[in-house]
């Protein structure tokens, strides 16, 4: 786009310098109080910059309820995002390279998946955990993420394979490597971009999820922080401590933010060109 | 976040032309089932077992009664838990309340995102920096900033009050924000347009980003520059990203759940109580599971009749202008 006014700059960058102090205002807001100790939180009025500042809260965040939120958040998110990336990357590259009578249907059908909410799964989820044993375990919660994630995972790993060009396959395929073979030692290595993506949208959707969390695991052991953490909203005196767990558990997605940032927009912004 | 849950319309679902003729893999091949299908199968078992399975149960449910505690099996009954859902005071409240949200949320949350994106679109200094601020929010998961929103809102010692009170001196503006049903659900509307802006305006970013030079320069040339050109050129020229910005934020808007079940819990009264509230209410405290799949179903159709006219209003419009 060609170069604006030297006035419409100034006013641009103004509206823009507010808009960042909004979105950024609850994330230094939860920061800064988790550094209050307990006296300075209910202060009134209160003081935005902590006057003592003190590290009791994050000493206090290592009690045995919330290590066990973060276990569970952890072992259902790695392990979910594991799951996804393979299953979506054997089924990517089922789509993009092996299409069979009907490819299209399945595809169609998966996609479809996108638009019904949740809502609609999570009594039939709840009955078959129910009768299964699943209900409050890690693996209960991590299998139907990983289903939930599957749809657009497998859309990106779909795209990444179909742009590998045709001739590369065919000459692994005159070396006389079989199919998995050549999936995984040519095609994957080659889809790297896709996968980053998938690890990185996958980890976010799983770690955040609130909806089936909710939903499959009531007792608070076996609850991820996404959940487990809610639990505390009325437990005035714990606020400081609260704040300090929050952000441990936000941190881990900002800091992939941040280091990923380039590769994330321009992934999403690829996937809605395409649209 | 629900990034997951995009609905990427790829148009290389019709068979493209790169798309190669079946290959026959190695030994399986020679039995004649076709090599993709195994790559697809482990896949297809997950999304078949946690989602089209309860999609199919869930419809059947729905035209049952069953109760989860007190029935062993659920018992037909058609139609009637559609009837009476319509006749049900909480649930139409419910579909009432979802609408109000969704409506606020759509306009706020498609015009700002637009808004953004056209200022983030120009070339100015510290626009990284104005980027990563406005994205942020897009991974922080969102029940935790619902516990930031609450202490913000918080009457005696949060931010908000303070910030009217004490330091612009407009003490008549701070109130109890979560206590009145209009400013609840004002907050909540604000807590999910702070979410989701940034997702939005990516995508608006992206349309922008494909509108060519050429259409650009040419319009420079007949004279039209600033506002104008913005009104005239750029905006005519999203048709197709309306589809797709506007399809995700019909279902995000009607799927509202987290933010009044983690700020309000549908108060005060039944004020902020809205659609997929009441259907995991009724379904996981009354255990009434057959009224709960009907509602969850009426609201799977509107989402469905809401994005399917939003596509064919972007189709007709762009086919107007093509």
Same mark, same amino acid.
């Given at each position: 786009?060609?170069?604006?006014?030297?006035?419409?700059?100034?006013?641009?960058?103004?509206?823009?310098?507010?808009?960042?102090?909004?979105?950024?205002?609850?994330?230094?807001?939860?920061?800064?109080?988790?550094?209050?100790?307990?006296?300075?939180?209910?202060?009134?009025?209160?003081?935005?910059?902590?006057?003592?500042?003190?590290?009791?809260?994050?000493?206090?965040?290592?009690?045995?309820?919330?290590?066990?939120?973060?276990?569970?958040?952890?072992?259902?998110?790695?392990?979910?995002?594991?799951?996804?990336?393979?299953?979506?990357?054997?089924?990517?590259?089922?789509?993009?390279?092996?299409?069979?009578?009907?490819?299209?249907?399945?595809?169609?059908?998966?996609?479809?998946?996108?638009?019904?909410?949740?809502?609609?799964?999570?009594?039939?989820?709840?009955?078959?955990?129910?009768?299964?044993?699943?209900?409050?375990?890690?693996?209960?919660?991590?299998?139907?993420?990983?289903?939930?994630?599957?749809?657009?995972?497998?859309?990106?790993?779909?795209?990444?394979?179909?742009?590998?060009?045709?001739?590369?396959?065919?000459?692994?395929?005159?070396?006389?490597?079989?199919?998995?073979?050549?999936?995984?030692?040519?095609?994957?290595?080659?889809?790297?971009?896709?996968?980053?993506?998938?690890?990185?949208?996958?980890?976010?959707?799983?770690?955040?999820?609130?909806?089936?969390?909710?939903?499959?695991?009531?007792?608070?052991?076996?609850?991820?922080?996404?959940?487990?953490?809610?639990?505390?909203?009325?437990?005035?005196?714990?606020?400081?401590?609260?704040?300090?767990?929050?952000?441990?558990?936000?941190?881990?997605?900002?800091?992939?933010?941040?280091?990923?940032?380039?590769?994330?927009?321009?992934?999403?912004?690829?996937?809605?060109?395409?649209? | 976040?629900?990034?997951?849950?995009?609905?990427?319309?790829?148009?290389?679902?019709?068979?493209?032309?790169?798309?190669?003729?079946?290959?026959?893999?190695?030994?399986?091949?020679?039995?004649?089932?076709?090599?993709?299908?195994?790559?697809?199968?482990?896949?297809?078992?997950?999304?078949?077992?946690?989602?089209?399975?309860?999609?199919?149960?869930?419809?059947?449910?729905?035209?049952?009664?069953?109760?989860?505690?007190?029935?062993?099996?659920?018992?037909?009954? /058609?139609?009637?838990?559609?009837? !009476? *859902?319509?006749?049900?005071?909480? =649930? #139409? &409240?419910? +579909?009432?309340?979802?609408?109000?949200?969704?409506?606020?949320?759509?306009?706020?949350?498609?015009?700002?995102?637009?808004?953004?994106?056209?200022?983030?679109?120009?070339?100015?200094?510290?626009?990284?920096?104005?980027?990563?601020?406005?994205?942020?929010?897009?991974?922080?998961?969102?029940?935790?900033?619902?516990?930031?929103?609450?202490?913000?809102?918080?009457?005696?010692?949060?931010?908000?009050?303070?910030?009217?009170?004490?330091?612009?001196?407009?003490?008549?503006?701070?109130?109890?924000?979560?206590?009145?049903?209009?400013?609840?659900? /004002?907050?909540?509307?604000?807590? !999910? *347009?702070?979410?989701?802006?940034? =997702? #939005? &305006?990516? +995508?608006?970013?992206?349309?922008?980003?494909?509108?060519?030079?050429?259409?650009?320069?040419?319009?420079?040339?007949?004279?039209?520059?600033?506002?104008?050109?913005?009104?005239?050129?750029?905006?005519?020229?999203?048709?197709?990203?309306?589809?797709?910005?506007?399809?995700?934020?019909?279902?995000?808007?009607?799927?509202?759940?987290?933010?009044?079940?983690?700020?309000?819990?549908?108060?005060?009264?039944?004020?902020?109580?809205?659609?997929?509230?009441?259907?995991?209410?009724?379904?996981?405290?009354?255990?009434?599971?057959?009224?709960?799949?009907?509602?969850?179903?009426?609201?799977?159709?509107?989402?469905?009749?809401?994005? #399917?006219?939003?596509?064919?209003?972007?189709?007709?419009?762009?086919?107007?202008?093509?």
């Amino acid at each position: 786009m060609v170069k604006a006014s030297l006035f419409s700059r100034v006013w641009m960058n103004a509206v823009l310098v507010v808009l960042a102090i909004l979105f950024l205002a609850p994330l230094v807001y939860i920061l800064l109080n988790s550094f209050k100790p307990a006296g300075e939180i209910f202060q009134v009025p209160q003081s935005i910059l902590p006057k003592e500042w003190t590290l009791e809260n994050y000493l206090a965040a290592t009690s045995k309820g919330f290590i066990n939120y973060f276990r569970n958040s952890v072992v259902i998110t790695v392990g979910g995002v594991f799951l996804t990336v393979l299953l979506s990357s054997l089924a990517g590259y089922g789509f993009a390279k092996l299409p069979f009578r009907g490819t299209n249907f399945v595809l169609l059908t998966i996609v479809a998946t996108l638009t019904v909410p949740l809502v609609i799964f999570l009594v039939p989820m709840f009955l078959m955990e129910n009768e299964l044993g699943l209900l409050d375990t890690n693996l209960g919660l991590l299998l139907p993420n990983v289903a939930v994630s599957l749809p657009f995972a497998i859309l990106i790993m779909r795209a990444s394979f179909i742009a590998i060009p045709q001739e590369i396959e065919e000459s692994a395929t005159m070396d006389g490597a079989g199919v998995l073979r050549r999936w995984w030692t040519v095609m994957l290595p080659m889809a790297r971009n896709g996968i980053v993506l998938v690890v990185i949208m996958t980890s976010y959707a799983i770690w955040g999820e609130y909806t089936m969390a909710k939903t499959l695991s009531m007792d608070p052991p076996a609850m991820p922080l996404s959940v487990g953490l809610t639990l505390l909203k009325g437990e005035v005196w714990q606020y400081g401590v609260l704040a300090a767990v929050i952000v441990l558990a936000m941190l881990p997605p900002i800091i992939v933010f941040i280091v990923f940032q380039k590769h994330i927009v321009s992934g999403v912004a690829q996937g809605a060109v395409k649209g | 976040m629900a990034l997951s849950s995009l609905p990427v319309a790829d148009p290389t679902l019709k068979r493209s032309p790169e798309v190669p003729r079946p290959i026959r893999g190695g030994r399986r091949g020679k039995r004649n089932l076709p090599v993709g299908v195994l790559f697809i199968l482990p896949a297809f078992l997950f999304i078949f077992v946690f989602m089209l399975y309860p999609l199919v149960s869930s419809g059947y449910m729905s035209l049952t009664e069953y109760n989860f505690v007190y029935d062993s099996t659920p018992k037909f009954i /058609g139609l009637d838990n559609y009837f !009476a *859902a319509f006749q049900d005071s909480t =649930f #139409v &409240t419910a +579909l009432t309340n979802t609408f109000v949200f969704g409506a606020f949320y759509f306009v706020i949350v498609m015009v700002s995102s637009l808004a953004i994106a056209l200022l983030l679109f120009q070339k100015l200094r510290f626009n990284s920096f104005y980027r990563s601020a406005v994205f942020v929010p897009i991974v922080v998961p969102l029940s935790l900033a619902a516990l930031v929103f609450l202490w913000i809102l918080q009457p005696n010692y949060g931010l908000l009050n303070h910030f009217l009170g004490d330091v612009l001196g407009l003490h008549f503006l701070t109130q109890p924000w979560l206590s009145n049903g209009t400013t609840a659900m /004002g907050s909540i509307i604000v807590l !999910a *347009a702070w979410a989701s802006i940034g =997702f #939005v &305006t990516i +995508l608006f970013l992206a349309g922008l980003q494909g509108i060519s030079n050429d259409t650009l320069e040419a319009a420079e040339m007949d004279g039209a520059r600033g506002l104008r050109k913005v009104f005239y050129i750029v905006l005519p020229s999203l048709r197709e990203t309306y589809i797709l910005t506007g399809t995700w934020t019909i279902i995000h808007a009607l799927k509202v759940f987290v933010e009044p079940m983690v700020m309000t819990d549908g108060g005060p009264g039944t004020s902020t109580l809205v659609v997929y509230q009441q259907v995991y209410l009724t379904a996981f405290t009354y255990f009434d599971m057959g009224y709960a799949s009907a509602m969850g179903y009426i609201l799977g159709l509107i989402i469905l009749v809401l994005v #399917v006219l939003n596509f064919f209003i972007g189709k007709i419009r762009a086919d107007k202008d093509a």
